[in-house]
């Protein structure tokens, strides 16, 4: 029973572990760990076209294909194209080379099967072609919705920073400790040990800074969701944005700071954050509390207007729009369709990013909305 009730835990813990890209928990010394199989039923997708099927997939811990393989056993082979992007820093070692196993294997089944890569660093970019693999630089953080994220100069600024993040470790909170005034926006994992972490490093951090403040609602001691709104208004309460983790993956929270107008504040990290990042109005200091002050006061005392921070910010990735449209009419076109995105006004406003849910969710929104055009 002991052993059983174990294995339920791990597997539990693997789930939310993929939904928050945390490192497995090290093993205790001298006890050799279960082999247990990593699910792989929730990740981000977004359907970007019907008839051809073109889908927008994240890669989920190891669905190293995105949505493909359970497309591929829900339809065959079955004319589909896949646009992938890594959740995740994939500048780890042994991940390239497993991308490159499935996406041979999988090729080799579903011929009528279209797989790109898009990258949110140039290194990692290299990873994958230097494999082979059709991948291009182009980091998904243009998919953050300028309709939901924008100044609100309506708003009064009351912090000195924002910091937009879950209470874990590796998001690194201490180092905003110096900051006089903070406000933070946090969600929070189902798993019982993440609700532990939150509840400790919030009591932690608001006993040594009673200047700082968390911007959700508590529902027993946890933090209430936001909406996109709900997070954009609370941005507008804030002078800088901060991101200060060591390694994750492109960070939708920098592109909603930039977006909203806000000045961000980084710690050196990996993964693409900071691709769309200006040095007026973007600061990458040490990772060190004092060097994080300092570095909000500078750009403080910079006074950027908002407007000025948003406009260059979209002047950065309206090119990169543009690009991915091309890629999306490439695929429809090779899949027997014709082009109709490319020249067009951005058509993927209406939904900030790529939602995660469950990939069965994600198939049955394809199958309604094939339906629907059907019946049209």
């Known amino acids: 029973m002991r052993l059983k009730n174990l294995i339920s835990r791990a597997i539990k813990r693997r789930v939310k572990r993929m939904l928050g890209h945390a490192a497995p928990p090290k093993q205790p010394r001298g006890r050799k760990p279960a082999t247990i199989d990593w699910p792989t039923d929730v990740g981000p997708v977004r359907l970007l076209s019907v008839a051809p099927p073109i889908f927008l997939s994240g890669i989920p811990y190891k669905q190293y294909l995105g949505i493909a393989e359970p497309f591929a056993r829900r339809h065959g082979k079955a004319r589909a194209g896949f646009i992938i992007f890594p959740t995740w820093s994939i500048e780890r070692r042994g991940v390239p080379e497993a991308i490159k196993r499935n996406f041979a294997q999988h090729s080799e089944r579903y011929p009528n099967h279209r797989l790109r890569f898009i990258c949110n660093t140039s290194e990692e970019t290299k990873l994958l072609v230097d494999l082979g693999l059709p991948a291009v630089f182009l980091n998904k953080n243009f998919m953050v919705s300028d309709r939901m994220f924008r100044p609100l100069p309506e708003i009064k600024v009351e912090f000195d920073a924002i910091y937009n993040a879950r209470f874990i470790p590796e998001k690194r909170h201490e180092l905003a400790a110096a900051i006089p005034r903070v406000g933070y926006i946090a969600y929070i994992d189902v798993e019982d040990r993440r609700r532990e972490q939150f509840r400790r490093l919030h009591q932690l951090l608001l006993a040594h800074n009673p200047d700082h403040v968390l911007l959700n609602a508590l529902a027993d001691d946890l933090p209430a969701t936001m909406s996109h709104d709900q997070v954009n208004a609370a941005l507008g309460r804030g002078a800088v944005g901060l991101i200060l983790s060591e390694v994750e993956g492109s960070s939708y929270a920098s592109m909603e700071y930039l977006l909203a107008g806000l000045p961000v504040v980084s710690t050196p990290s990996k993964g693409g954050r900071d ?18 002050r300092d570095a909000v006061a500078e750009l403080r005392a910079r006074n950027i207007p908002r407007e000025v921070v948003r406009a260059r910010t979209l002047a950065k990735i309206q090119p990169e729009r543009e690009r991915f449209l091309v890629m999306v009419d490439d695929l429809i076109e090779e899949l027997g369709g014709e082009r109709r995105f490319s020249g067009a006004t951005w058509p993927f406003g209406d939904v900030s990013g790529v939602p995660w849910r469950l990939l069965e969710t994600h198939l049955a929104e394809f199958a309604e909305r094939l339906r629907a055009s059907d019946g049209a």
Not at 276 to 290: G, H, K, L, M
Request: aromatic letters at 16%; glycine letters at 0%.
């Open 275 to 292: 691709v769309f990042f200006d040095p007026e109005y973007c600061i990458v200091c040490e990772p060190d509390p004092a060097a994080v």
